[in-house]
């Protein structure tokens, strides 16, 4: 790779985990579509992205992990792992398709994501229907293998308890870290040695990605919640939008 080239590649983690450390989300969710406009392919930017976040959400599920509830934390991810293959045959085929048509489909993807977690209210309540549980993990592991945005199905699951932030964030990394390494492993037998460059890639910028994510916690620390959610959206709506009508 050429060295500007990389930078982008840097800056653009960077500034995706400074969002996810401000508000909560948002590293995929701006990073995956940038990379692709960058002219990353689709299952390169997936294999760098979920390594790169690997060693973080470890970090953080060893920091947490007299939270972590691992009764829920199980069924989730044998859920979840279940159908990551799914999302793995799906991304098979959006690779096959032209670079546009990949930027069109992450737009509007990334549009629909926005638009649930805008008008989807969640109240927290102590008993959830079992099928909500299903119908979270099941569509986050399609997500995840697909394009490496499985969490808004888990976020909206985990903001129906009534639990505390510990115990939220414990959840959250716990079944993130278990994921991973199915996800890669699959991404290499889908594709092969060409898949590891951007595996190395993903692990060298790890703790750039750490980095970024804690000056967005102290980000978050100065300014209010809502002001930091309507700059997160604004930019993601753009960024959609860029993606949408961008050749």
């Known amino acids: 790779m050429q060295l500007e080239f990389i930078l982008f590649i840097g800056s653009t983690l960077f500034l995706g985990s400074v969002l996810q450390g401000a508000v909560g989300f948002a590293y995929g969710l701006f990073a995956i579509p940038v990379l692709v406009w960058l002219g990353v392919p689709l299952n390169e930017t997936v294999a760098l992205m979920s390594v790169s976040t690997l060693i973080q959400v470890l970090i953080g599920a060893y920091q947490l992990r007299a939270d972590i509830q691992w009764a829920e934390v199980l069924p989730a991810t044998l859920i979840r792992v279940s159908t990551i293959p799914l999302g793995i045959g799906l991304l098979i085929i959006l690779s096959t398709l032209e670079s546009h048509q990949i930027k069109q489909f992450l737009g509007l993807f990334l549009l ?9 209210r969640v109240e927290p309540r102590d008993q959830i229907h079992p099928a909500w549980r ?3 993990f099941s569509g986050s ?5 697909m394009v490496a945005m499985g969490g808004p ?10 639990w505390t932030n510990r115990q939220s964030r414990a959840f959250l990394f716990a079944l993130f ?6 996800q890669l492993a699959l991404l290499y037998l889908s594709f092969g040695q060409k898949i590891i460059p951007p595996m190395l890639t993903g692990l060298a910028f790890a703790p750039l ?4 994510s804690a000056l967005g916690v102290r980000l978050g620390n100065l300014m209010t919640t809502a002001l930091l959610r309507q700059v997160a959206f604004s930019l993601l709506f753009f960024i959609a939008f860029a993606s949408i009508i961008t050749p």
């Not at 629909?112 to 989807?120: D, F, G, K, T």
């Not at 592991?141 to 293998?145: F, L, S, T, Y």
């Not at 199905?153 to 009534?162: D, F, I, Q």
């Open 177 to 182: 870290s278990l994921a991973v390494p199915v």
């Open 209 to 212: 990605v750490a980095a970024g």
């Open 112 to 120: 629909a994501v926005l638009l649930l977690q805008m008008l989807w």
């Open 134 to 136: 299903w119908l979270a």
């Open 153 to 162: 199905p888990v976020v909206l699951w985990v903001m129906a308890h009534r």
């Open 141 to 145: 592991g399609i997500m995840h293998g």
